[in-house]
Each structure stands twice: as C-alpha cells, then as structure tokens.
C-alpha cells in the first residue's frame, strides 16, 4: 500500500510553519501558481493552475496519521486532486501523492478587496529562499500568476496565522524581488 503525501506549493515549503512529516523537495509537472480570492477567505491565497507547459517547486509531505478526511478540513477551501504521476521527488517507496487547488470557476483575481497580504508573502518566499535558493525564488516568481494584484503591507501586524520573522537579509531579499517586479505595495490601515 502507497504512502499518503501531498504536495505543497506555497507556505509548506517553509517547514517552521508546520510539523508534517518527512516533507521532501519536489517538483509537480502540469500546474502553475496563481494568487486568488474566493468568497471564503478575506485575502487573496494561492491556488494551482493546471498547465500544460508549466512545472513548479514545492515540498511533499507525509499525510498526518495517514488521514486525509483531517488534511481535508485544514485544506477546506481546496479540492485534494491526485497527482501521484505528476510528482517528481526523491522516495523509493511508494507513495500516493494529491495536490490542493481551488475549482477554476470558484476564483477570482486578488482585489483591493481582497489582497495578497505581505505577511504571507513573506512565509512563502523565506521557505523558497532557505530550501530552493533565489534562484528558487525567481522560479516561484515566474511560475506564479496574479503579480497585478495589490499586496498589502501588514509587516507590522500580521494578518497571516502563521506569520515568521524575516531576518534583516530576508527582508531586504523580498522587498527587492517585490520591486523587482513591480507589485501595487499598498500600506495596512
């Protein structure tokens, strides 16, 4: 019988915002990254995309007690879709292997009203930068659409649950890849 896993795309890769188990560099073919908001949450989160011609980093994971049913109430506003074949990582043992996304037609583009918020922001691209590199962080850059939308910037009171402290290097490193590509930085009320 497979090991149940998933694959992690975002904030997963930062391995100080979880205790899973065995989470192991990957990279899923066929998807691609988007910022979005649905109706359930106030901000903007991501979401895969299938693609094609895309691949993305990210992290798999051992499912918690081998329970899906409780990863998929942590997960409640994703579907879990099966991506066993589309995974590459290192294990030698077999392992069943899905991936969260938000349905197509149950998302929308961040919005003032819904915005990508920094806090977050910050989660994701210190686990890219400790685990893939800048490099990695480029790639995630690059793989993930949605950039247009506003990224709000609640550095001084966290919105994100599971927020972390950047060192003065990893601010520095975020700050100028959000210049980079020119986001809308819009300041918290």
Do not use: C
């Amino acid at each position: 019988m497979a090991d149940p896993y998933f694959f992690g795309y975002g904030s997963l890769v930062n391995t100080a915002t979880h205790d899973f188990p065995d989470p192991q560099r990957a990279t899923l073919r066929g998807w691609r990254r988007a910022w979005r908001h649905t109706d359930l949450r106030p901000v903007a989160f991501l979401t895969a995309i299938p693609d094609p011609h895309a691949e993305i980093d990210g992290m798999i994971a051992h499912v918690p007690g081998d329970d899906w049913q409780a990863l998929d109430e942590r997960e409640w506003a994703y579907d879990r879709i099966a991506a066993t074949e589309a995974v590459a990582h290192p294990l030698s043992k077999p392992v069943e292997i899905a991936v969260y996304a938000v349905p197509e037609h149950q998302h929308a583009p961040a919005t003032a009203a819904h915005p990508i918020v920094l806090s977050y922001l910050d989660v994701v691209f210190q686990g890219y930068l400790r685990v893939y590199g800048p490099e990695g962080v480029d790639r995630f850059i690059a793989t993930t659409d949605g950039w247009t939308g506003p990224v709000l910037n609640d550095r001084a009171a966290p919105r994100y649950a599971r927020h972390q402290a950047l060192s003065p290097d990893e601010t520095r490193f975020v700050d100028d890849r959000l210049a980079r590509i020119g986001v809308n930085l819009v300041s918290a009320l």
